[in-house]
């Protein structure tokens, strides 16, 4: 697989990276530009800044949150991906492709991210559709409660999201609290239909200190959406503590 095209698979699983080009857009520029710009940034909290073109409480709010917590997971587990990429601002979309998207002969499709069907309240962006398909039904943001890990630590749920890869997303904090927490990369997922899907892969730290706090995304490919994340840590005496997190309720 060439690098070209393990960059854009980094795309479509989170999305990052933008400059700008404008071709005469049917939407509020400065809105559009702001939100996506600061969705580009590397630093998570940076990515935050992105609610200010955001209505709040819309699904492009919740949208900058996901993307800020998926970056956090990146970044805490040494993984965050600092590929170069071109947004492409037209008539009525959103192009966020990889270098090379501009080349003869090449189908866009294939090398860029499409967003559409971009709706606004009050100035602000509210929500759009990502890769063709709505974010309803695709985007969770959790409660902010807590779901305790023994006595351990704690573990809160942030969000889950079916990138437009495919993939299902969730993303939760953990916190130890009471010396090392080794933080399991194994993960179960149990979809609303009853079929269990082992996690593909994981972003995050290995190990907690204690006190010390790091986000986790767990990436199920082809999971249903709105199903329970499994989960199993150990105390220092190797007891097993499974929780359980409800995605969406």
């Not at 900058?64 to 970044?75: C, D, F, G, T, Y």
């Not at 969770?140 to 409660?145: D, M, N, T």
Request: glycine share 10%; hydrophobic share 40%; aromatic share 10%.
């Amino acid at each position: 697989m060439t690098k070209r095209f393990v960059a854009l698979f980094a795309i479509l699983g989170l999305v990052t990276g933008l400059s700008a080009c404008s071709t005469g857009p049917s939407y509020p520029k400065e809105v559009v530009e702001g939100y996506f710009s600061a969705i580009n940034e590397n630093d998570p909290a940076a990515v935050l800044a992105a609610q200010e073109f955001a209505a709040q409480g819309s699904n492009a709010d919740a949208y900058v949150i996901e993307q800020s917590a998926h970056k956090q997971a990146q970044l805490d587990g040494g993984s965050l991906d600092q590929t170069k990429t071109v947004t492409v601002f037209e008539q009525d979309k959103v192009l966020l492709c990889v270098e090379g998207y501009d080349e003869p002969e090449v189908k866009k499709d294939d090398f860029c991210a499409t967003y559409t069907d971009l709706i606004f309240k009050d100035g602000k962006l509210s929500d759009f559709s990502a890769g063709g398909k709505s974010l309803n039904g695709r985007l969770a943001l959790g409660s902010g409660e807590l779901t305790p890990i023994g006595e351990i630590g704690t573990a809160r749920y942030i969000s889950s999201y079916i990138t437009i890869a495919g993939d299902l997303v969730i993303v939760v904090e953990i916190t130890s609290t009471a010396g090392d927490l080794s933080l399991p990369w194994d993960a179960t997922y149990l979809g609303t239909n009853g079929r269990q899907v082992s996690v593909s892969f994981t972003d995050g730290p290995g190990e907690l200190a204690a006190g010390r706090v790091g986000n986790v995304a767990y990436n199920f490919i082809g999971a249903s959406f709105g199903g329970a994340l499994e989960l199993k840590f150990y105390d220092a005496d190797y007891n097993e503590i499974p929780i359980s997190i409800q995605t969406q309720k």
